[in-house]
């Protein structure tokens, strides 16, 4: 089966694509589940308060029964295996509710749902699915997501953990270690990578359904952590398991295509979960910041304290439409390579929700940084998102070399020659504004010019440093930050756009939010070195070379 890619991959590779612009977000989403839903979850968790559960540092076992009769842990999963058959929108929508609520215990099923059984739900056989859906779905069957190791984090593909085909070729022997293993103790079933052909071909990875009981799983204490406490972090161990040939997801050499798609699907849960918190951190401030008074005044009044909480509105909404565009994208096809896209909303998303996160605990004062407040623990849960499902700096640098590796294969087919790749690269590809209204297509306009740059900067990259391009990180993080921002405007418009057609009128805030983010754009613009790198930059590699 062709793979389908998203927008901007498309973009970059000389098509564009109008109508991924122009979308009814509605129908993706019924709203009145999601908060049919989100009030059987409410009248859960009142009798268990956030500070409560996490200094018992584990999700209390009445609190695990409730989830599961609630069927959370079935919310993605098809009603004939037991779930709930949510959209992944509609799922979305109930992360980002429960986001502001308590970061910690929303892991528990992310991990379980977004990532832990997400290579069953896309790759899986029939038979696969008919055994391991339904006690998922009940909650009988947590599942993890088995790919990090002591030695090998973000260069995912080359995991030790090997599983190597019997002689009979009836099961598979697995040898190895995972760790920081979100959900390790909870689970009763992990999706486990590992290499095939570890001494001929590296790199060649299988997908595998491994139960926890059986023999040679074992499971590490749960570490402590400086956040997240409910959650189960721990260390896996496999010692000559013998996994049935039947437990391999879809293929042999499957595997790193089956980890790099579940884990966007974990990056939009990040950002619905990013997008949640910064609302409920916005409205936070605002209720603060009215009801404080200092000279006289409510802080309101006062310029710094109002920056903050703008910011952090438009940059809420520009969260949140990132994570919806590209969940639409994946529910037109479950397998399309939304690759620079979920990097974008993982990147924007945790980024900013960190800063929103820091700001709300400055406007708070004094009183923020008292434990019985809701920011301390808001900061230390949500601390590791910049780290996993991949670092802030690998998604700093990922999506230019996405678009280096298309243009590459291009030349390689002969589909493009070489004199074109720097004829051609420059040009922009967005087209005619596509919005109803006036302010949406100017912020069309300006994510032109950012796709320019862009291109700009790609041509001159290839051409000063050629095949290092790939350890240029300060030029492919310029890059990146102009790519990020026109995501933000074009998605924020396509959100907006449907609103309207939908009947709901932009309103003044939504009108103010789009001029905000179109203003940090044509900053960046002017902040942007010509030549992809900074004078700051250049500096702090020369004094790296007497440090190092």
């Not at 960190?354 to 301390?376: F, K, N, R």
């Not at 009108?511 to 940090?520: D, H, I, K, Q």
């Not at 902040?527 to 900074?534: E, F, H, N």
Request: proline share 3%; aromatic share 10%.
């Amino acid at each position: 089966m062709d793979v389908q890619y998203g927008f901007f991959e498309k973009l970059y590779s000389g098509e564009y694509d109008s109508s991924m612009l122009v979308r009814n977000y509605d129908e993706s989403i019924d709203e009145a589940k999601v908060q049919k839903f989100m009030e059987s979850y409410d009248a859960l968790i009142k009798d268990f308060p956030a500070r409560e559960i996490e200094a018992q540092g584990v999700v209390p076992d009445a609190l695990m029964k409730g989830l599961k009769e609630i069927g959370i842990f079935g919310l993605l999963i098809d009603k004939k295996y037991g779930g709930l058959g949510f959209t992944l929108s509609e799922y979305l929508r109930v992360v980002e509710e429960m986001a502001r609520h308590d970061m910690a215990l929303v892991l528990v099923p992310l991990a379980h749902l977004s990532i832990g059984l997400k290579g069953i739900l896309l790759y899986g056989s029939e038979e696969q699915k008919k055994q391991y859906l339904t006690p998922a779905a009940s909650g009988e069957m947590v599942f993890g997501y088995a790919l990090t190791e002591p030695k090998q984090g973000s260069d995912a593909q080359n995991v030790d953990t090997k599983a190597i085909l019997s002689d009979d070729g009836s099961h598979y022997v697995l040898n190895g270690t995972k760790t920081y293993i979100t959900n390790a103790n909870y689970a009763g079933a992990y999706t486990v990578f590992a290499q095939l052909d570890p001494e001929n071909r590296p790199g060649y990875m299988g997908a595998f359904i491994v139960e926890r009981k059986w023999d040679g799983v074992s499971t590490g204490p749960d570490m402590p952590k400086m956040g997240l406490k409910v959650s189960s972090t721990a260390a896996l161990k496999f010692k000559d398991v013998k996994v049935p040939k039947e437990n391999l997801i879809a293929a042999e050499g499957d595997g790193f295509k089956i980890a790099m798609n579940v884990l966007n699907y974990g990056r939009l849960g990040l950002g619905a979960a990013s997008a949640g918190l910064m609302n409920q951190s916005v409205q936070d401030m605002i209720k603060r910041a009215t009801s404080r008074k200092q000279f006289s005044m409510p802080i309101s009044e006062f310029e710094l304290i109002q920056e903050k909480i703008v910011r952090s509105d438009a940059h809420a909404m520009a969260a949140r439409s990132m994570t919806y565009f590209t969940a639409k994208m994946l529910e037109d096809d479950h397998l399309m390579n939304v690759a620079m896209e979920s990097s974008h909303t993982k990147l924007y998303g945790t980024n900013r929700c960190w800063d929103t996160l820091y700001d709300a605990l400055q406007a708070a004062g004094g009183s923020g940084y008292i434990s019985t407040q809701p920011y301390e623990k808001r900061m230390r849960d949500f601390r590791v998102t910049t780290i996993f499902e991949g670092t802030t700096e690998i998604h700093s640098i990922y999506p230019p070399l996405t678009v280096f590796r298309s243009w590459g294969k291009l030349l390689k087919s002969g589909e493009k020659s070489k004199l074109s790749v720097f004829t051609d690269l420059p040009r922009p590809r967005l087209g005619s504004p596509v919005y109803s209204d006036p302010l949406l297509n100017q912020g069309f306009k300006l994510a032109k010019k950012l796709e320019k740059r862009f291109r700009k900067l790609a041509s001159l990259g290839l051409r000063t440093y050629g095949k290092k391009i790939a350890g240029k990180e300060y030029f492919l993080r310029s890059m990146t930050h102009l790519n990020v921002a026109a995501f933000a405007l074009l998605s924020s418009a396509s959100v907006l756009e449907s609103n309207k057609t939908n009947g709901r009128a932009l309103e003044a805030a939504d009108r103010r939010r789009y001029e905000y983010l179109m203003t940090e754009a044509r900053q960046l613009l002017e902040d942007t070195p010509k030549q992809g790198i900074s004078s700051l930059e250049e500096a702090g590699s020369a004094l790296w070379k007497e440090l190092k």
